[in-house]
């Protein structure tokens, strides 16, 4: 599987906090990869110094060949990112943004078309502000595919989504996934993550606890669900498996 991403020994302080203490992984083409932790375990942090956003104190990302740093145009124009509380200009109408989004690319997917796919066409003509915050976060992940990346970077996405519209977020990305694109996210969903997830890092206290395949952790721990997998690393010291 060709790799799309390689991350190795990522570290980053802010001030006396290592947030990130050596991390290493990579992410294979069509794989879907979920980075989990605790809270302020470091997640966000790998994920911003990955697209070339946050500057680490050091290590090496290459995503796609690249380093995000000194390429974050072409990066950017092949990857698609949906962060934690994706802000928007109020004021924007739903079609504006979709549109706005789009006018960057050369070759824009039908934003009109995704917007269907998550029952949204309804609120294209709203302001953003009248969106519900379920209904901005989806907006969100619309507008982060707008240009069919070949990477999509998805923090906590289904966070405050019920639970169709999760359903439909995550038969999405698994129609990503069968076209080839990438997909890493983070969710503290462990059920999303167990349906969704080819490989997942538990990540605590800045450092990789367990990588490996959902169901490889499961029979390791000889554990019925993923959340017994997850509180049991969140105890314990670290071990790769
Ligand atoms: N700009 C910053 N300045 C100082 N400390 C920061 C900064 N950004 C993050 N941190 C700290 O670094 C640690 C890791 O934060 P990060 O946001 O990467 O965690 P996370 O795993 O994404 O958490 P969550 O699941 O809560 O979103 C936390 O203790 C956080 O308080």
Redesign the pocket.
Same mark, same amino acid.
């Given at each position: 599987m060709e790799t799309i991403l390689d991350v190795t020994d990522l570290r980053k302080r802010?001030?006396s906090?290592a947030?990130v203490g050596g991390v290493s992984f990579t992410v294979g083409r069509g794989e879907i990869f979920g980075l989990l !932790?605790?809270?302020?375990? !470091?997640?966000?942090?790998?994920l911003e110094c990955v697209l070339g956003v946050r500057t680490p104190d050091s290590g090496t990302i290459r995503l796609l060949g690249m380093d995000p740093r000194e390429q974050r145009k072409k990066v950017f124009s092949r990857v698609g990112v949906q962060f934690?509380e994706t802000r928007f200009q109020d004021k924007l109408r739903v079609g504006e943004a979709c549109e706005l989004a789009a006018s960057l690319y050369r070759r824009p997917k039908d934003w009109r078309e995704l917007l269907r796919h998550f029952s949204l066409s309804d609120k294209e003509g709203l302001p953003v502000s009248a969106l519900s915050g379920g209904e901005r976060q989806t907006l969100a992940v619309v507008i982060a595919q707008v240009h069919e990346p070949e990477v999509l970077f998805l923090d906590?996405l289904t966070t405050g989504l019920d639970p169709a519209a999760r359903r439909s977020v995550w038969a999405y990305i698994k129609e990503l996934k069968a076209q080839g694109v990438s997909v890493i996210l983070?969710s503290?969903y462990m059920d999303e993550v167990e349906y969704l997830c080819d490989r997942i890092a538990l990540?605590r206290s800045?450092t990789l606890a367990a990588l490996g395949r959902p169901e490889e952790l499961l029979e390791i721990h000889e554990k019925k669900c993923l959340e017994d997998v997850f509180l049991l690393y969140m105890e314990k010291e670290m071990e790769a498996v």
């Open positions: 802010y001030g906090l947030a !932790g605790h809270n302020g375990a !470091g997640k966000t942090t790998v934690q906590e983070t503290h990540m800045g």
